[in-house]
Structures are given as C-alpha cells and as structure tokens.
C-alpha cells in the first residue's frame, strides 16, 4: 500500500513537471519578436543649425524589409509632435530624409524618433539642436539661378537698356527665383542707373564678385527709388 501511494506521488509529480515545461517552451521563457532583431541608425548632418536651415537625416537598417515602413518623428522640448513622415529604405539597407527649419520650429533641442516597424524595440532617438539666429545669408546666395548672370552681362555690355534689366529683376524676385533682403524702397526723380552697379553686374557676370555684392547692388536700386517691388 505503501509502496503504491509513493508511486502515485512520484507520478504526479512527473506530471507537473512535464506540463510545466510545455508552457515555458521547454523549459525556457518565451522567444522574444523577430522585431526585436531590426535596428536603426540614424544622424544628421551636424548637430546644431539656424532657423531656415535643413537639416538632413541619413541613416541604414541591418535588415531591408519592403513590408516595413521606417518613420521619423521629431519632438520639442516640451515633447510636443512637430513633425512626423514615412520615409523609403533602399535596398541597400540606407536613407535619407531631409526637413526645413520653417515657422513650425523654434529655438531649443529636439528629439529625433526613427523608429523600423511596428516595434518599440526597432526605435532608435537622437538629438540636434536649433538656434535662434536665421540664416539669411545662404539663403541669398542659394536662390540666384546662374542663367541671371546671362542678363547683368547683356546689361554690362550694353546688349540690353536699363529699363530692361530692371523689369527683369524686378520679375524674378517677384517669382520668388531670387531672393533679397527686406530693404526699404526709396523714391527719386532720377532714372539713371549709377555705372559702379552695371559694373558690379559684369563683374558677377564673369564670376570676379560673390552672389553677396551683386545684391548689394540690387538693394541700392530699390533704396534710390530705381526699382519698384510690388507688395
């Protein structure tokens, strides 16, 4: 009698033990997600920049999945949703994903979130910073097409008048194909251009002056009343 309730014990025990194996896997705790094996670098081109800058993320994947989509977040310090896009990964694994500092960001740090799938665990969090200052120079120098040199050399050379020239400036900043600073219009009886400004504009022409000098020379129009921007 004994003998069979120390088999019985025995038995049972067994049982559980064996049962218990079956629901941790044998033994061991669940695998985690195949998602957890996609990761995500990311980075920008510098660390800090000025208002009206961009800022260019770049970055790979250890895996390439067509069915995944890869999407970049950035927050403010107050960790407030400022933007947020689905981005394409190449097939060789890269990115690349580029965002104007426009009127929707401010001064301060933010938080960049690239995050591969449905995962937590493919997010990966970086940082850059913004400064208060706006970048007014490159933004002059980058909005002058080179086919306006074509035009201040015509007018340098006397192949076009003074009105000419004007108006043809006058509709390119207008078309927002060149870009210049707030400057105060002025008023003036007089209509001849100074020759130092069609000087300037061969000079420019023939790449002896910077974008930066040329539009000195378009600022001086518009302060002596000699050219007109409409509103």
């Given at each position: 009698?004994?003998?069979?309730?120390?088999?019985?014990?025995?038995?049972?025990?067994l049982l559980v033990s064996f049962s218990g194996q079956n629901a941790l896997g044998y033994g061991g705790p669940p695998e985690q997600s195949s998602a957890n094996n996609y990761t995500v670098k990311i980075a920008p081109d510098k660390e800090s920049y000025n208002l009206g800058e961009s800022v260019i993320f770049s970055g790979t994947v250890n895996k390439h999945n067509e069915?995944?989509?890869?999407?970049?977040?950035?927050?403010?310090?107050?960790?407030n949703l400022v933007s947020t896009q689905k981005t394409l990964v190449n097939p060789d694994k890269t990115f690349s994903y580029t965002v104007v500092l426009d009127e929707e960001f401010h001064e301060g740090k933010y938080l960049v979130k690239a995050q591969y799938g449905n995962s937590k665990a493919?997010?990966?969090?970086?940082?850059?910073?913004?400064?208060?200052?706006?970048?007014?120079?490159s933004s002059v120098d980058a909005k002058i097409p080179d086919w306006i040199k074509n035009n201040a050399g015509w007018w340098a050379d006397g192949?076009?008048?003074d009105s000419s020239f004007v108006e043809g400036i006058q509709f390119?900043?207008?078309?927002?194909?060149?870009?210049?600073?707030?400057?105060?219009?002025?008023?003036t009886t007089a209509n001849k251009i100074p020759d130092w400004i069609k000087n300037n504009a061969g000079w420019w022409a023939d790449g002896q002056i910077d974008d930066s000098s040329f539009v000195e020379g378009i600022q001086f129009l518009i302060k002596e009343g000699l050219m007109k921007l409409s509103s």
């Open positions: 009698m004994k003998i069979s309730l120390f088999f019985v014990i025995t038995m049972s025990l069915d995944r989509n890869l999407r970049i977040s950035l927050f403010d310090s107050s960790k493919t997010v990966e969090s970086i940082s850059f910073m913004i400064n208060l200052e706006m970048d007014n120079s192949q076009i008048d390119l900043i207008k078309e927002g194909l060149m870009k210049i600073p707030v400057t105060e219009q002025g008023s």
